[in-house]
């Protein structure tokens, strides 16, 4: 009798961390990817455009109503550099309601977006730039997580020639989520 | 402030522990892995620390400091995974059934409550916030004041926009008790 009333003071604590993990696994970390390829070009030729959007991928569908933080933004880019010596490439984004888009000029993009890296691009055909390495270059990084809470921003990628002088051959855009009831 | 407020209750409580009747004390070390519970962005790594142990009655508190680091994520799509967070944590655990160095094996509850940073510097990330944890374990007492322990624990640390980052942490562990 003794050792089942001492197994039954247990139980509530038992019920207790079960509930305490059930509760928690409801919410979770997530990484949203999603991939561009044949960027627009300005109509001007002197930068490229395109319009993130993560809200169709499976994982925002999922947890759109409980995202609580946007833990990370970060990127994949696979560039080429045929200007026959070293340039920086510079990539900006701007909120999704901004009116700037592939017709605007560079000058606008670089007075009212936010410029969020400063990427140093060999001459080379085949420049790839990691997720991880990426953050070498980054800066305005918070405004980024800021602007992607709606889960869509505009980007937009150039240097200091005109026409612009490297080509991206595609962009993946890696989105960290932390969602939680 | 969080931090500070856990601080002060941990200071409050502590003397009055030591002072009352009965208290017995001991320290231990624990170390083992930390796996990530639905985190894409970060997988299985190490977890180490030491601890007090003031024991009254039933009940075994236990003031740690623990240092985890999780391994670099492997996340799908992804070619230039990035590293792991590290998680430096302190805080108290209260201590069920603890046979606290007497001989022979003894099943335990806990719960605790601490502060945790969690860092990562590549990834420009870098948080404090409260962490809530509850597990549950077999102690054993092998010799005069000695007992090794193996734990289980599932920790939730919140995030500044209020969701939470969750582990279950698998550690083994060696205690010492004074006195006895």
Same mark, same amino acid.
């Given at each position: 009798m003794k050792q089942i009333i001492s197994r039954l003071r247990t139980l509530p604590l038992g019920v207790a961390l079960l509930a305490f993990v059930a509760c928690n696994l409801i919410s979770g970390t997530f990484v949203i990817t999603v991939m561009y390829e044949n960027l627009s070009v300005a109509s001007l030729n002197d930068f490229y455009y395109q319009a993130v959007d993560?809200?169709?991928?499976e994982d925002w569908q999922d947890h759109k109503d409980d995202?609580?933080?946007?833990d990370n933004v970060g990127f994949e880019l696979w560039m080429d550099n045929n200007s026959g010596q070293a340039i920086t490439a510079y990539l900006y984004v701007a909120p999704i309601?901004?009116?700037?888009?592939?017709?605007?000029?560079k000058a606008e993009v670089m007075a009212d977006a936010i410029r969020i890296f400063s990427l140093p691009l060999p001459d080379s055909e085949d420049i790839f730039i990691g997720y991880a390495e990426s953050f070498n270059y980054v800066a305005n990084i918070q405004q980024l997580r800021d602007m992607a809470e709606e889960g869509q921003f505009k980007f937009f990628a150039l240097s200091d020639a005109s026409p612009i002088d490297f080509g991206i051959d595609s962009v993946k855009v890696i989105v960290t989520v932390s969602a939680g009831k | 402030m969080k931090k500070l407020l856990l601080l002060a209750i941990c200071l409050l409580v502590l003397p009055h522990l030591v002072a009352a009747q009965g208290v017995k004390l001991g320290a231990g070390v624990f170390g083992g892995m930390e796996v990530p519970v639905i985190q894409d962005d970060q997988s299985s790594g190490t977890n180490f620390g030491f601890k007090g142990r003031l024991n009254v009655a039933l009940i075994t508190f236990e003031p740690y400091l623990s240092f985890a680091s999780y391994g670099g994520a492997d996340i799908d799509?992804?070619?230039?995974d990035p590293d792991g967070s590290s998680i430096t944590g302190f805080g108290l655990d209260a201590v069920l059934f603890? #046979?606290? #160095?007497?001989?022979g094996p003894r099943m335990i509850l806990f719960a605790g409550i601490g502060s945790y940073k969690v860092k990562n510097d590549q990834m420009d990330y870098d948080q404090s916030n409260i962490g809530y944890s509850l597990g549950l374990g077999l102690e054993v007492g092998v010799a005069r004041g000695i007992s090794i322990e193996g734990r289980g624990r599932f920790l939730a640390i919140g995030t500044e926009g209020g969701a939470t980052k969750k582990s279950a942490i698998v550690t083994a562990g060696l205690n010492y008790h004074f006195g006895m």
């Open positions: 993560v809200t169709e991928e995202i609580k933080d946007i309601t901004s009116s700037l888009n592939g017709s605007s000029t | 799509d992804v070619i230039d603890s #046979g606290f #160095g007497a001989p």
